[in-house]
């Protein structure tokens, strides 16, 4: 999909900053804009889509990894699990490694994680609906 853009093929497309980041730099692609609440730390210069005028929902979420364990695992478990990731989010390295990937390391709790999951959720379905995507 990048190649396709950066040779004319495609006028506009959204992908990951991971990914665009090496044809921005090389000057055959231009970032108009980022999804999410806040810039990139990979594209400091770039405004965010409401920055650029875009207020559409589906413009202020962004894509997440999360660390998951079974729905069983006990309480202090997960608590236990959850600082030691907060802790390793918060390393020089890790802070790095994330803004070379585009990436801003959070490190919320379960509950902070669910509710954003929860208000991201409907926004997430309707794309999905208005794509046309199926199951096979």
Same mark, same amino acid.
């Given at each position: ?14 992908? *990951?900053?991971?990914?665009?980041? %090496? ?10 804009? !980022?999804? =999410?609440? /806040?810039?990139? =730390?990979?594209?400091?210069? !770039?405004?965010?889509?409401? #920055? ?5 929902? #589906?413009?202020?979420?962004? =894509? ?12 202090? !478990? !997960?608590?236990?699990? /959850? ?8 390393? %020089? #390295? ?7 990937? =585009?990436?801003?390391? @959070?490190?919320?709790?379960? #509950? /902070? ?12 379905? /309707?794309?999905?609906? @208005? *794509? ?5």
């Amino acid at each position: 999909m990048l190649q396709d853009l950066a040779s004319n093929t495609l006028s506009f497309t959204i992908g *990951s900053v991971a990914a665009a980041k %090496p044809l921005l730099d090389a000057g055959k692609l231009r970032a108009v804009a !980022v999804t =999410g609440e /806040q810039r990139n =730390g990979a594209l400091p210069n !770039v405004p965010t889509f409401a #920055e650029a005028g875009f207020t559409d929902p #589906e413009f202020r979420i962004a =894509g997440w990894l999360a660390l998951a364990v079974p729905a069983a695992t006990p309480k202090p !478990v !997960v608590t236990r699990l /959850q600082a030691a990731a907060q802790h390793a989010l918060a390393t %020089p #390295e890790l802070i790095k490694r994330f803004d070379m990937l =585009g990436m801003q390391a @959070v490190g919320n709790s379960a #509950e /902070q994680f669910r509710a954003n999951y929860n208000a991201d959720w409907p926004v997430w379905e /309707q794309l999905v609906k @208005v *794509s046309g995507a199926k199951l096979d």
